[in-house]
Each structure stands twice: as C-alpha cells, then as structure tokens.
C-alpha cells in the first residue's frame, strides 16, 4: 500500500500521529500542520475515477436526504468518494486518487476569501467546485492566514502574543468531528516554572483538565469573559499497557507544605541552597525532609532530582500509618441478588451467578483477605452460610423484612480464599438459580436486602453490589409506580427524576459513613425507577448500570451484560478514599459535580474510588492572583486491595493572564461540555428540564457575545458572522448535542427510567466517554479509505475518518456506523447491493436482513473482517467497563429503531428539535440581539 | 372591656417571649451553618441537629399567627401571614429539612432564609413588645 510519504508535493512531510491514528501532514518550512493531504502537484481533480463511475445511481438519489441549505455547508457539488462493495480490493496506485477531488480546494477556498474578504454563506452562483469536506480546509490551522492578521492589526493584538486567539466564523465553517480528539489549547508556563525539565511535569489532560488553560488573574476578568471556570478530574483511569504507569513513590517520604498541606510536586522552588523548599501555592517555605535525598533501598545518598514526585503531575506516594484512621481494611464484596420471577425469568439470575463464578479469579485478592457475601431476596431474604470446611452451604431464610436482622452472627461474610478451597462457593454460585428456579414469588424487599448487606459488612465497610429486576416493593425503600404519560415532557417531569423515597438519600449517607459503596445493575422491563435507585451510587461513589428489558436468552443481553459485570468485579478496588483539590491562593473550589458525598467545603468522601470516572470541580477567583501561574492539586488518600494506605497526587499547573483574548483563546470546549453537562443536569433536577436547557443555550449565547463584542471588529453591532475563537469552534455542536441527548432532550416521549439513567451517565462519566455520547462518532463503511479496518504501521487498527452528524452524509446504498459509546448503530441502506449485504451479514439481500442487536459474523472476507474489526476497536478504544450493543438498522426497519439512531445524528433536525444550521442561525439572532436580550 | 384589654396584654407577653424562642433558634442556625462553613461539623450531624429544630420552628410560629387570627389581631395576624404560608408551602413540597447529600449547594439558601427570619423574629419581637406596653398602658387607665 503507498504511504501518504511518497506522494506529497515537495516541502511537505507526513508524520504518522498514533494518539488519532492517521497522518498529520506538515509543511517542513513553515511549520503548518493539518490533518488533509496538501495540495500539490498532484493528478487535477478527476471525476472519472472508477469508484465514481461504479456508482451511477448515486448523485440523483442522495439529494432526497439533503434539505436545501444544508448543501451550503458541505459543498453543492460533493464528488464522491465511493468504493463499491463489489470492487476489488484497491491497487496500490489508486489510493492517490481517492484524495484528488478536493485537492486543489484549500487554496480555491482562500482565493474565494480574499476577493470577497467574507466568505458567502450560501451562494448557489458560484460555479466553481467547492471544496468538498473530506479534503477541504476545516484544518485546526485556519487556511487563510493574511486575512487573519489584518483582523489582529485591528485588535491590537501581535502574533508574539503567548496565545494567539483565531477567529472562526461558525456560519462558514462546519464542524468537523476531528477536531474533538485535537489536544486541549497548550498550557504555556513561564520559563523555568518547574524544577526538572520533564514533560511530564503538568498531569495528562486524561487526568486533569481545566475549562481555562490561561487563568484570568480577577474574578472580574473571568466573569468578563462568561466562560466559567473548571477543573474537569479524572483522577483513576485505567492505563493501558503502552502508556506509562503512574509512577510510585515506595520510601514513605512526603514532603508537604506546612501551612497549606500541598504536597510536593514539580512546580514547588528549591532556596536556600537546596534545604528548603517554597510551597507554590502559599509560597511558605519549608524544611526538605532528612530522608528526601536518601536512597533506602540502596542505603546511601540518592539523587533527589530522580524523585518522581519533582518531574511528575501524576505520582501516588505510600502512606505511612499517619495517614491511617485505622488499619487498612480488607475489601469486602457483597452481591444482593434479585431472584423474585421476572428476574429468574429473564436469565438474570443464572447470567449474574455464571458471571460472578467465571470472574472469581479476578476479583482482586492478592493477600487472600477479600470477603464475599451473597444474599438473594424477593419479598424474604435469602442468607447463605458456609462455615469452614464445609462445602454445602446452608440457606437461611429471613422473611421479617419490617425489621431486618442477621440469622447468623458469623459465616455469612465469607473469606473468598477459604470459601474457595473445598469448592463451597463454586458450589453455592453454581446452585443459585436451580434453588430458585421456580420462584413464582412476584416483589423485591430491595430496601431490606441493603440493610441487610450493610449491617454484613458495616465494620469494615466495601462494596455492595445490587442486581434487581423489580421495582422495590416491600420493606424500607419500596416505591411507587409513579411513571406518567401525561406529565411527560412538562414542567412537571423532573419530579419524576429526583429520589421518590427518602429513605435512598439517608441510606446513602449511612453507607457514605460506614466506607460502603453501592453498585445497581438494575434490569426491568417495566418500570423501576432508576431516578430513586441510582441515588445511592451517586452519593456513595458507584455506578448505575441499566439494562432495559433484559433477556439472557438473547445473546447479545447476556454477552453484555456478562462483559461489564464481569470488568467491576475484575476492577482493583479502592477504599476508604477521600479527595481534595488545593489551589494556589487566591483560588477556591467553590461547587462540585460527580459521585461522591462533599463532607466538608472542600472535602470530597469516596467509599470506594470508581476507576474512569469524571468529576468536575467549579473554581473561584477569590482575590488577584498575581504569581506568574497558580498551580492546582487533587489528592486522593485510599487504601488499595492489597491493604497499602496510598495517596494518589494530581499536579497541573496554568499561567496567569491579564488579558480577555489569551483567556478565550486557551478555552478547552472539551472541558467546558463536561462541565455544562454536569451542571445542566444538576439544574434540571432543582428546577425544570427547560430550565436546564435554557441555562445551557444562554451561557452559549454568552459566551459567543462577548467574544463577538470583545474580540471581533464588529463589537457590540450586528454582524453577518458568528465568531467564535478556533479552540471553540466545536462548542456549538457540542452543546447541541448536550441538548439533545437523551438526559435533557425536550420530548414527551422519553421514559423516565431511560432519561434517569442518561442522567447519570453524564454527570459520571469522563471526557472521554462524556464527548462521544454528547457527539456521536459516525463513520461510513461502503467506501471507507482502504487502510481503515486494518492495521497501520504503528500496530493499533485504522479507523474511518469520522463523518458530521448529519443524514445528509447517509446513502441509500451505504453501510454506516453510528456510535456513542452506549450503543452502536449500524445503519444499511435500503439500496444496498446483495454483494455488500452477503459480505457482512451472510445473507442473500437486503430484504432477508433483520434489524435489531445482533452479533456480526466473522466471514472469509477482508470487507466482513474490516467491518468487524473496526467495531471491535469502537468497543475497546475507551476505558470503562461498558460494552456496547449492536445495532442493525435498516433504512426501511422499524421505526423505533430507526429515529433512535436518527436521533443519534445531532446536526439533523428532529420534531422540535433544531438542525444545526438553525441552531446556529438563531445563536446568530440572539448574539445579535435580535433575540430579545 | 378590661377582660378584653387583659387578654391583650397576656397575649403580647405570649408573643413576646415566642418571638425570642424563635429568635434564638434561627441564631442557633446560622451558628451552626457557619461551624459547617468552618468545618467545625460535618453536613450529617448538622443536618441531624438542625432537622430536630425545624418542625417545633415552624409549628411554634404557626401556633402564635394562629393565636393572633383567634384573638382578632388582624395587623399581628396579617404581619405573620406570609410566612406562615411560606413555611407550610416548603413542608407541603416535602422540602423543608435539612438534605445532608445537598446541604453544600443550597447552603447559601439557607444562609438567606435563616437572615431573613432572623430579621423578621426580631421585627415582630419590638412589635409585640410595644403592643402589650400599649395594652398594659391602656389597662392600666
């Protein structure tokens, strides 16, 4: 296959990008980067390419999707780019081809700029081909940089600027789905800001990011700037096996400032001649401990500069018993089972145990002192003893629900490896569902099942993991059936969404006490009011894992279901955690978004810690800063399975500005869309889910005002334009995504089990799952580059170039993937050819194709094993345990099916819901002042 | 007509010494928000103590605005009105206690609420003081 080296124009360069997975094409004299092939000295465009011309039906019938002015956006005359399913595979020499169409186009686009100056909006008379998306110049480098420089004459702004701010127009330029997996605007520190010269000095954005990467030194710049100010956390993410691990600092030896207790960490100064160090935050200095500078593996001086702690944003030290309430205590693992009738029914119950049995050897328990706990209920509950040496467990049955109580004092909270030894457990999972396999007991004491595991394991605190198929009925903790239709949609619905029961706030701060974390892996078909369960794993730092309408006898329910399960329980666990963020001074922590319990202003309580979980923490400016940058610091202090207090250190520090275009132009939308979906949920639970939707536009709007009044030459006058800086120019989309998804999305139709469990999805899930599920990734497989479904040169697997969201990109003849990381969609067209249908799906035609979850045959063929590989990749490429589901769709298929994966594409107009261009045009009115504000 | 003016007089003395109740149990309030803001105590524990306040607060209150309609003190009656009907407005919603998992996002709520009652407590305590000296006065000639 021809490397994209060989066929640039002279002066370019292509550098092989693992982190995005294709090449970045860079101009060795000037330095410009872009993603495209550049133009060159390259064959003309050719409209007689064969993948073209294998394709005669293609250019009437598309225009029956496009509505007319989306055309403006993506180019009257796209050529198209379509590899049939009954070619051949490529030859070498025909890749070049591929790309011709739109090579020319950059430079046509910036000569259409200078003559005009604005580029038109929509202009049916140009004649001229214009560019077409793929190739054309939505380049993170804006394409016309002359016209730019003008426009920063007028602002007075220089290009030697720290930052230099780009202006986009947004009603020009369309978003383009790359630009989301860009880096965050760099943070640009002082010289000399830290004492080692690492790059690893400021933590990955992965870890910590901030909405900010230039800090205003007021609060009244901030506040000038409407942008708000946020730390985006992730503090655990799992580290893949090339990445780096987090490197561990084993000699008990942590520095940390007296005063403020920030520990030490890359950006702290050393005085005095190495014997004291400044804090940098409060600037108080301090004494370096004796042993800072000793090597006590080795016993002898070691090199203090080689301290992980002096060159890495991201360490974890070993705590010495200081650090210790009390001894470190075992993990404890406690299953909750629900084995009324319609969880036997479904297979639940013979899913969870096999599950559980299968993944024993996972669960971590390297020092043999994990515990484990089963308890099955209906309207009793069912313990299960095991004493030692035995291998048949006994059943004990409590059916006094009012009033819960133990049966037994000892034996049920099992050692794992005892229990393991003579096989009693096996034995027991094993048995599970044949005991209550003719359970015609219909209702769920799930209450009384919680009180019961808590009252198990309150001395020692863990993990308590609930399965329920039902609707809690009996007991403390039942709820009512209170779905209904008719208040669907109105200003009434997000009572529907808070906690029906109180009893599922005060439990959780009981369970927050006690160090007990809850996991709900909830089931039911009918409704079960995730709104009042999923409280508990929010305040005790768990997670809700929702599977509607469950039936293991589908394969792909139980694959699922199987698969994420089975990764909880294989997830090292971390107790007793708590969290803070220090912040240099003048910087507070004001508010905070995520699952866990605040204990004290700033003091974040964590039963267990979630791996691949976002937090977002809202900062204020409370005085001046006046220091060159402010450094911020999350620590997280817990005890790990193996029974080790340690204390994980997230460093990141930013520079400090003064002026508003360097605050915009270091703004990271990825952040920022964390942030504003946390808070727009949050909103929409005190107020109205309008409320919250009108929050979120509002501070778009905001946003996009002062900048056009601030940073644009049109100020406070209306303007043809919407200008947004280029760091924001995905903001838009991104929150017309948030306002669409399913959490938030205005719609009568939604149920409040399926919007709860959105809900809390994002506010719990991190940047990197929170982005794709806001903006799907939708990729088109029929003529997808050749590479793509293969392996590249570095050894990860190429993917599509990811297309907008919109259905104007959908051909009748095509096969497309949709994703969001929940679910994959994959979409047929209702004129795809029998090849392509026999290719991936193994059957005859389009007519024999079923819609619905399906697992995709692995056929003899490259096209079927492409297609497989790239929807496996889609499975693994994000952390998080989840596993999403597959989707056929046909074109002509149910229509559920099909306008939920429609609705995934958010840039189309649904009901009441605006495309994107409308969306963008009434943001244009209201920055406009048109709009009444 | 001095039976009448007699239980006027007993009646502000009532109110009088409510009042300071009332007034000492918002003081205890804010006390305790700003112990939280110190983090002097912890949101479960502040929620405990304070929830034990807020009902006999409230019915207190109610008791007295309800003494004032029975007795035909429409100004004291019409004065206390408004926040009777606040009260019960926050008790038919089910949200008048303290919510530990919330208590920091809606603190500075609760802060204002507390200063307003604070206020009006103290208002209310000048008011009925100078009301049952009128009614002494008026007994008295």
């Not at chain 1, 990445?243 to 007296?258: G, H, K, N, S, W």
Request: with cysteine; net charge negative; glycine share 6%.
């Amino acid at each position: 296959m021809a490397t994209p080296e060989q066929q640039l124009p002279p002066g370019w360069t292509a550098e092989w990008q693992q982190a995005h997975e294709r090449y970045l094409f860079i101009e060795t004299a000037t330095g410009h980067t872009q993603w495209e092939p550049p133009a060159g000295p390259a064959p003309p465009p050719s409209e007689s390419t064969p993948a073209a011309a294998a394709a005669p039906a293609h250019h009437g019938k598309r225009r029956q999707y496009a509505a007319g002015q989306t055309q403006a956006y993506y180019g009257a005359e796209e050529t198209s780019m379509l590899q049939p399913m009954s070619q051949p595979p490529p030859q070498p020499g025909m890749e070049p081809q591929l790309f011709t169409p739109g090579l020319a186009a950059p430079n046509q686009f910036a000569m259409q700029q200078q003559a005009s100056g604005q580029p038109p909006y929509f202009d049916p008379s140009h004649g001229q081909q214009q560019p077409d998306y793929l190739n054309g110049p939505q380049q993170p480098v804006y394409p016309n940089p002359n016209a730019l420089a003008d426009q920063f004459g007028q602002m007075g702004l220089g290009g030697q600027k720290p930052f230099s701010l780009q202006t986009a127009n947004l009603l020009t330029s369309p978003p383009d789905p790359r630009e989301l997996s860009l880096p965050p605007p760099e943070i640009r520190l002082p010289p000399n800001a830290t004492v080692t010269p690492s790059q690893f000095a400021n933590a990955d954005s992965s870890y910590q990011r901030s909405t900010l990467n230039a800090f205003p030194n007021t609060s009244s710049l901030l506040s000038k700037s409407k942008i708000p100010l946020a730390l985006v956390i992730t503090p655990y993410r799992t580290v893949s096996e090339n990445e780096q691990p987090v490197p561990l600092v084993t000699d008990t030896v942590i520095a940390r400032c007296r005063r403020c207790r920030t520990y030490i960490n890359p950006f702290v100064q050393f005085i005095d001649g190495g014997n004291r160090w400044r804090c940098c935050m409060c600037n108080l200095s301090n004494e370096v401990p004796q042993m800072f500078d000793w090597d006590q593996t080795r016993n002898q001086p070691g090199d203090r500069w080689s301290r992980p702690e002096l060159s890495h944003g991201v360490v974890e030290f070993v705590a010495p018993t200081e650090y210790m309430v009390r001894p470190p205590q075992p993990a404890v693992y406690v299953f909750l089972i629900d084995v009324s009738h319609t969880a036997v029914q479904s297979g639940m119950v013979a899913t969870a145990t096999r599950t559980i049995l299968e993944n024993l050897d996972r669960i971590p328990d390297e020092d043999e002192r994990t515990k484990i706990a089963v308890i099955c209920f209906d309207v009793s509950l069912y313990f299960f003893s095991l004493p030692p040496g035995q291998t048949d467990p006994t059943m004990l049955v409590v059916s006094d629900v009012e009033d819960v109580f133990l049966p037994k004092p000892t034996d049920l909270l099992l050692n794992l490896a005892e229990a393991r030894k003579d096989g009693g457990l096996e034995n027991l999972l094993t048995r599970i569902n044949d005991m209550f396999k003719d359970n015609s007991i219909i209702g769920s004491a799930m209450g009384p099942a919680l009180q019961a595991g808590f009252k198990l394991m309150v001395p020692i605190g863990g993990k308590i993991i609930a399965l329920s198929s039902s609707l809690p009925s009996i007991g403390v903790g039942a709820l009512k059936n209170r779905e209904d239709p008719k208040i669907l949609g109105t200003a009434k619905e997000s009572g529907l969404l808070q906690a029906a029961s109180p009893f599922y706030k005060t439990f959780a701060i009981e369970c927050s006490r006690a160090q007990v974390s809850v996991d709900m892996f909830l089931f039911s078909s009918a409704y079960q009011d995730v709104a009042s369960l999923s409280c508990l794993p929010h305040y005790t730092s768990g997670q809700t894992y929702y599977y509607p309408a469950f039936n293991a006898a589908r394969a792909e329910d139980a694959l699922k279901f199987a698969h994420e399960f089975g990764e909880v329980l294989a997830m090292p666990i971390m107790l007793e955690a708590i969290m803070r963020v220090r912040a240099s001074r003048g910087l507070r922590m004001s508010s905070f978004h995520g699952n866990f319990f605040v204990r004290s202003t700033d003091l974040l309580a964590m039963p267990t810690v979630a791996t691949n979980q976002g937090y977002a923490i809202e900062v204020q400016i409370e005085e001046t800063i006046n220091a060159p940058f402010v450094v911020l610091q999350t620590a997280i202090l817990h005890t790990t399975c193996y029974g080790e207090r340690r204390i994980r250190v997230v460093t990141t520090a930013y520079p400090v500005t003064s002026s508003l275009s360097e605050v915009f132009a270091s703004a990271d939308q990825v952040a920022l869309a964390v942030l504003l979906a946390n808070k727009a949920v949050e909103r929409s639970l005190s107020h109205k889910l309008e409320d919250a939707r009108d929050a979120v536009f509002n501070k778009l709007v905001e946003i996009l005002q002062t900048y056009k009044s601030s940073m644009t030459a049109a100020g406070a006058g209306a303007s043809a334009q919407l200008a947004v800086g280029e760091n924001l120019k995905m903001l838009p989309v991104l929150i017309l995504g948030l306002l669409k998804n399913v959490g938030i999305r205005q719609s009568a139709q939604i149920p409040p089990d399926i919007r709860a469990y959105s809900q809390a999805l994002l506010t719990s899930l991190p940047a990197q799952l929170l982005i794709p599920y806001i903006y799907p990734t939708f990729y088109s497989l029929h003529n997808m580059p050749p590479e793509s479904g293969t392996v590249g040169p570095d050894g990860t697997l190429v993917m599509p170039p990811p297309l907008p969201l919109t259905s104007e990109r959908l051909e009748r003849h095509g096969l497309f993937l949709i994703e969001d990381g929940q679910t994959i969609f994959l979409w047929v067209g209702r004129d795809a050819v029998p090849q392509l249908v026999m290719d991936v799906f193994n059957l005859p035609s389009y007519d024999v194709l079923r819609g619905g979850k399906t697992t995709l045959p692995l056929l003899e063929n490259s096209f079927s094993q492409r297609v497989n590989a790239i929807i496996q990749k889609t499975r693994e490429m994000r952390r998080g345990v989840f596993y999403p589901h597959l989707y056929v769709v046909k074109e002509d298929g149910e229509p559920p099916l099909r306008l939920w994966a429609l609705s995934a594409l958010v840039q189309d107009r649904a009901d009441v819901l605006p495309s994107y261009q409308q969306f963008v045009s009434s943001l244009k009115e209201k920055v406009n002042g048109n709009g009444g504000y | 007509m001095t039976l009448a003016w007699c239980l006027t007089g007993w009646l502000f003395l009532f109110a009088v010494l409510m009042a300071a109740a009332l007034l000492f149990c918002m003081v205890f309030f804010i006390i305790m928000f700003s112990d939280l803001e110190c983090d002097y105590i912890n949101p479960i524990d502040l929620c405990n103590k304070l929830n034990q306040f807020v009902l006999p607060e409230n019915i207190a209150h109610a008791f007295l605005t309800i003494l004032f309609l029975i007795s035909g003190q429409w100004t004291a009656f019409i004065l206390n009105a408004p926040l009777l009907l606040f009260n019960a407005n926050k008790i038919r919603n089910k949200n008048h206690m303290y919510d530990a998992t919330e208590i920091f996002r809606t603190l500075p709520g609760h802060k204002k609420e507390s200063f307003f009652k604070l206020g009006f407590y103290l208002l209310s305590f000048f008011y009925y003081l100078y009301r049952m000296i009128v009614a002494l006065i008026a007994e008295s000639e």
